[in-house]
């Protein structure tokens, strides 16, 4: 009895273990769609109203998309620390600051840290057209994770399920 308990364990213990997998995969495109509306937000605020970027970052803090404000409320509470230090530098540690939270991989991270180069710039048209190029590789890398999701999603939860039978037959 004892082995047929240990065996669904590690039968149970394995599946969840390519689920999660999948589960991380679904996680990164999410957060990736996020930020890309959240880079479209601030691109159309920038071109339209010629807003502040602070002020953009007070706006997205409130979202009510729990990535964005994850992201842009860390963001927000660096700025109103008045330390002197750039937008950029702030942009950039408030992206590792909530990467794991946020659910974004680091190649999604290191692209977004990209755009501090051209965020806060006083030539509108040079911001848009940065967070432009921003945001078709930041599209690259979602569709390329979507890609994996689709293809390696239920590859994960099978080799899951079957690691753990192979592990139950190798112990039995």
Same mark, same amino acid.
């Given at each position: +009895?004892?082995?047929? +308990? =240990?065996?669904?364990?590690?039968? =149970?213990?394995?599946?969840?273990? =390519? ?7 679904? @996680? ?6 996020? +930020? ?10 920038? @071109? ?43 942009? @950039? ?42 945001? @078709? ?36």
């Amino acid at each position: +009895m004892l082995k047929l +308990m =240990g065996a669904v364990l590690v039968c =149970g213990a394995c599946a969840s273990l =390519g689920l999660s997998a999948r589960q991380g995969l679904r @996680r990164r495109v999410a957060a990736a769609d996020a +930020m890309l509306l959240a880079l479209h937000l601030i691109e159309g605020e920038i @071109r339209s109203r010629r807003t502040p970027v602070p002020e953009i970052v007070g706006e997205l803090s409130e979202s009510g998309n729990a990535v964005i404000r994850t992201v842009f409320g860390a963001l927000h509470r660096r700025l109103g620390q008045a330390d002197g230090l750039s937008l950029g530098y702030h942009w @950039r540690a408030a992206l590792r600051e909530t990467r794991d939270e946020a659910g974004l991989d680091k190649a999604a991270c290191d692209i977004l840290s990209e755009a501090a180069a051209w965020l806060g710039r006083y030539d509108a048209d040079e911001q848009v057209a940065g967070l432009q190029q921003i945001g @078709r590789r930041l599209t690259a890398a979602r569709d390329k994770a979507a890609g994996e999701l689709q293809n390696k999603g239920n590859l994960y939860r099978t080799c899951g399920v079957a690691l753990g039978i192979l592990v139950v037959l190798v112990l039995i």
